[in-house]
Every structure is written in structure tokens, then in C-alpha cells.
């Protein structure tokens, strides 16, 4: 079993729609990060969490540490929101960082 | 602009090629990896480099070596190259301060046939 587990694995939305997309981990973590691929594109950083809450535009980030549990939600989706977001773990034991599969979110105009 | 620097952005080979893909950071981090994506698995670390000079496997090492000469520059090399090599691959370094946050290549899409 993957140490990071991403759901949905795909996600299709119509523009203007509420998106979640869920992680779980199964270690002990220092840090969360979700990031973002565009087609075609490199990964680049969305948010960095340790606790609590994250906003920046339209997407907002939660981490629930006990329940080893983050969400990235998207509030009024738009098309250039298609890409894979990806859940990763900064693991506590040796800072080593761990991927989830990522989500692949296609909004439809 | 600052960030890492990949090259090539795709690449063909027949089995049993070699080549080497080159990774150039102007961040001044002392942390750089190698990632290879799969489809419907997460990034898998093959090697990375703690500082200029040293190396380390990581998931999957195995068909690849590294060389980090020095601080800005980390390679990977494939020998001979197999179609299970077939991947997009990933440069990477890292903030080890306060974010560990990553910056990423723009990715190698290699196919090795």
C-alpha cells in the first residue's frame, strides 16, 4: 500500500464547480506540500502545510494532522485549472519525501 | 530566472543506448534528486545528492548512475538503456531550511524503444 494515497485518481468538473481532492498518509510527516503539473509541464509548489489552513486565490489547503488526512479545494473551477495535483509528505523519521499518484482534474468550459 | 535547468526535453534511444541527462540549478541548494514518473504511480526517487560530491540511491537506482561534481550540476546517466526506462523524468532540488519546499525541471520525456 502506497504511504500516500490520493483520491479521486480522475476528476471532471464543469466550470464554476466546487473541486476537493483528498490525501492520506500513512507516516508520521513534518510537512505537507500539493503541487501542481500542467500537460505538458513541470511540477511546480502550491502550498507547504504543517497545521491547519492555507488559502491563496482560489485554492485552499487543509491538513488535519490526527487524522493524517489533507484536502485542496478549488472554488469556482475554470478550465486553466486542468491539471494533475499531487500530495506529498515530508516524511518525520529521515526528511525524506514521499508522492501520491495525483489527481487528474479536468474542468470543462 | 532562478530555478533548475533540464535538459534534454525528450529523447528516443534504442535499447542499449546511452546518454545522460543533465540538470543545472542556479538556487545555490545543497540538495538535488532524480525522479522518474510513471503512469498512476507517484514520483519514485532514483538517486539524489546531499551535497557536491556525495550520492545516494534512492527507490530505484538500478539501470542509472549519477555524478554531482559540483554544487550547480547533478546528471543522470543511463549505460544501456531498456524500454522499462521509459518514463518522464525529474530534476529537482530542495530547500532543507525552514520549508523543504522543492523546486522542479521542467522534465525529460525519454523513450527508450
Known amino acids: 500500500k502506497n504511504e500516500v494515497e490520493q483520491s479521486p485518481q480522475n476528476l471532471t468538473a464543469q466550470e464554476g464547480e466546487f473541486i476537493t481532492i483528498n490525501c492520506s498518509y500513512s507516516?508520521?510527516?513534518?510537512?505537507l506540500h500539493w503541487l501542481q503539473q500542467h500537460p505538458g509541464g513541470g511540477i511546480v509548489s502550491l502550498f507547504m502545510?504543517?497545521?491547519g489552513k492555507k488559502k491563496h486565490g482560489r485554492l485552499i489547503a487543509t491538513i488535519n494532522i490526527q487524522e493524517k488526512h489533507s484536502s485542496l479545494h478549488i472554488t469556482a473551477s475554470h478550465p486553466r485549472d486542468s491539471a494533475v495535483y499531487i500530495c506529498?509528505?515530508?516524511?518525520?523519521?529521515?526528511?525524506?519525501?514521499?508522492f501520491g499518484a495525483g489527481t487528474r482534474l479536468t474542468v470543462k468550459p | 530566472n532562478a530555478g533548475v535547468t533540464q535538459t534534454p526535453k525528450f529523447q528516443v534511444l534504442k535499447t542499449g543506448q546511452s546518454m545522460t541527462l543533465q540538470c543545472a540549478q542556479d538556487?545555490?541548494?545543497?540538495?538535488m534528486y532524480w525522479y522518474r514518473q510513471d503512469p498512476g504511480m507517484g514520483l519514485r526517487l532514483i538517486y539524489y545528492?546531499?551535497?557536491?560530491?556525495?550520492?545516494d540511491k534512492g527507490e530505484v537506482p538500478n539501470g542509472y548512475n549519477v555524478s554531482r561534481l559540483n554544487k550547480r550540476e547533478f546528471s543522470l546517466r543511463l549505460e544501456s538503456a531498456a524500454p522499462s526506462q521509459t518514463s518522464v523524468y525529474f530534476c529537482?532540488?530542495?530547500?532543507?531550511?525552514?520549508?523543504?519546499?522543492?523546486?522542479f525541471g521542467s522534465g525529460t520525456r525519454l523513450t527508450v524503444v
Open positions: 506529498a509528505v515530508v516524511s518525520s523519521r529521515n526528511n525524506d519525501m514521499r
Open positions: 538556487m545555490n541548494h545543497n540538495s
Open positions: 545528492s546531499a551535497s557536491e560530491g556525495t550520492t
Open positions: 529537482a532540488n530542495r530547500d532543507r531550511g525552514r520549508s523543504y519546499g522543492y523546486t
Open positions: 502545510l504543517s497545521s
Open positions: 507516516v508520521g510527516i513534518s510537512a
